[in-house]
């Protein structure tokens, strides 16, 4: 079983389009959501959900009011700014949007008065599409840990896939390169940075080659929209191949792969988008063959 | 000179124009005479450099608290294991070893310590970077490679924003730690999405995300299209004010893949940039 992670760096090179039409093409694959603070395979996929749990990354600190005699321990302890003075009763509160869950404040309150519990901060789908197994997570509004969740999904991605004798996971990843980057691939058969012709691409397509190789995760490129600027094109091959990565695929900038998306089908399914599934499925067909050598 | 505003531009979806909008953006506040600074807290992948070209004249490394253990006061008693929450540290035996990228500097181990055997070290994440872009003064900060935590990071970058300017804040795409860090106490956001199913779903999301910090916001459409009114009716159910709809223009997205401003490719595009400002200020000033 091979664990395929689709990543970028920069933000809407098209990870998820790609990602959708991989599970396609795949034949047999599970299917994982690894961009849990801004989740979209799944309106692609139409996933129907099978199994939903709650997920919860830590605790939190609440002051309760009718312990706290408004010291200030809390306020003079706290490093992340969450606790701040009120006007009311009880004399102190907890954002708890800044709470970093760390129990400092809870461990050397005096009177006992702040609550430290689990939070639950997101939920985790189990799903099936018409293409296989999906897993997937939402992440509560303006929480944190989605390193946590992330290797929550992955992992039950894993499990499902070992027990049905799945040979691929494909992960739609975040972007970036920091967290829930890392949550996602640490461990992964391979990347597939999807990278497109624009300066800005090429920064961040190099800014993730490097995480890659600081994981030691080998990494496979696709330049998305390869048609848009082709020297810049050229340059990211070239920066590809003196970094040992292997170029895959290019596809072409073609408005079918936003008509697909606004008929929430995977391109390669889409009819008026032939011509960018020839270029998709080329890229699959190459990174298959590198996986199997 | 007005009293500073900040103004935060962040997205939910990746690649939908924040750099776009706070680069131009930026550029027609300083050419109208105002005193601004470019603030790039998409320290992760920092982009803002390409477009703004700035020379950059100060960096300075940024570092977060972690333990470091007197092993010859240390009595192996796991009261510092046993606080903290991220298993930054552990006590196996008669020793302690800390896991320096999980801890986040709460500095809990150190004040539980009975034999006050722990002190802290600072651990370099990155770097902020400043300098001039013309009249826009420019910050940016910029993640190690490695480095899971960017919210340290981003609060440096954004305690180096001068006085008494408007700070146009370029936010991280997501709705978690690191966007909520970097529009954390701004006066305004402005939330740019694309008129597709990703970029409304998310765009829903940010707008929960803002809505819990209690920001005021409102949405800027990018690569508007003609008979597509996704925006218009997503942002109408939610009772969410559009402040500009920036139209697709291939020669945009060519400008853009060459590190160059949109007006600067297209000078149609400067009014739409001019008025986004005007509304900005308006709305936030309110």
């Known amino acids: ?293 | 000179m007005t009293a500073g505003l900040t103004v935060a531009v962040a997205s939910g979806k990746g690649g939908t124009g924040k750099t776009t909008v706070s680069a131009n953006l930026a550029c027609v506040a300083a050419e109208a005479g105002k005193k601004v600074c470019y603030v790039d807290c998409d320290v992760e992948e920092p982009n803002g450099h390409l477009f703004l070209k700035p020379g950059l004249e100060r960096r300075r490394k940024v570092y977060v608290p972690v333990p470091s253990v007197d092993v010859e006061k240390c009595t192996a008693c796991g009261a510092c294991r046993d606080i903290c929450q991220y298993s930054a540290i552990a006590a196996i035996g008669s020793e302690v070893i800390t896991f320096e990228k999980m801890c986040h500097g709460c500095g809990g181990c150190r004040l539980v310590c009975p034999s006050g055997a722990i002190t802290e070290r600072g651990r370099e994440v990155g770097a902020v970077e400043e300098g001039r872009a013309g009249r826009v003064a420019f910050v940016q900060g910029r993640l190690n490679v490695g480095e899971a935590m960017s919210p340290p990071l981003i609060k440096a970058v954004r305690s180096s924003v001068p006085e008494n300017s408007l700070a146009v804040v370029d936010a991280p795409p997501g709705t978690s730690c690191p966007v909520i860090t970097a529009v954390r106490g701004a006066d305004f956001v402005i939330l740019v999405t694309e008129p597709t199913p990703f970029g409304i779903n998310d765009l829903g999301l940010a707008i929960d995300m803002v809505k819990e910090l209690g920001i005021p916001h409102a949405v800027v459409v990018n690569r508007s299209v003609p008979g597509n009114s996704l925006a218009e009716d997503f942002c109408g159910q939610r009772g969410v004010r559009i402040l500009a709809e920036i139209p697709d223009d291939r020669r945009v997205a060519e400008a853009y893949s060459r590190g160059e401003l949109a007006y600067s490719a297209v000078p149609a595009f400067r009014e739409y940039f001019e008025d986004l400002l005007t509304s900005v200020e308006k709305e936030a000033r309110r």
């Open chain 1, 1 to 293: 079983m091979k664990e395929i992670v689709v990543i970028s760096g920069k933000g809407g090179t098209g990870k998820t389009s790609l990602a959708a039409s991989m599970a396609v093409l795949a034949g047999r694959a599970v299917v994982a959501d690894c961009d849990v603070d801004a989740a979209d395979l799944h309106l692609v996929l139409d996933p129907q959900i099978r199994e939903k749990e709650d997920f919860s990354g830590g605790k939190g600190a609440r002051i309760l009011s009718g312990k706290c005699s408004g010291c200030g321990k809390c306020y003079e302890l706290c490093r992340f700014d969450a606790v701040f003075k009120n006007e009311g009763h009880p004399p102190y509160l907890i954002d708890p949007v800044a709470c970093e869950g760390c129990g400092v404040c809870s461990h050397f309150c005096p009177e006992k008065a702040v609550e430290f519990v689990p939070v639950v901060n997101g939920q985790l789908f189990v799903s099936e599409t018409r293409y296989g197994p999906m897993v997937h997570a939402r992440l509560g509004i303006a929480e944190e840990n989605s390193g946590k969740l992330v290797s929550l999904v992955r992992g039950r991605a894993k499990t499902i896939a070992e027990k049905e004798n799945f040979p691929y996971i494909i992960t739609d990843g975040p972007p970036g390169i920091g967290c829930p980057v890392i949550a996602s691939i640490t461990g992964a058969d391979a990347v597939l940075i999807v990278t497109e012709p624009t300066v800005s691409g090429e920064h961040d397509m190099e800014r993730v080659a490097d995480l890659a190789a600081y994981f030691k995760i080998p990494a496979f490129l696709c330049i998305n929209k390869y048609d848009l600027n082709p020297g810049i094109s050229r340059d990211i091959e070239t920066k590809a191949r003196d970094r040992g990565i292997c170029v895959v695929g290019k596809v072409r900038y073609d408005r079918a792969v936003t008509d697909a998306q606004l008929e929430r089908i995977p391109v390669v399914l889409f009819e008026g988008g032939v011509a960018v599934a020839g270029d998709i499925t080329e890229a699959w067909n190459s990174l298959i063959k590198h996986l199997s050598q």
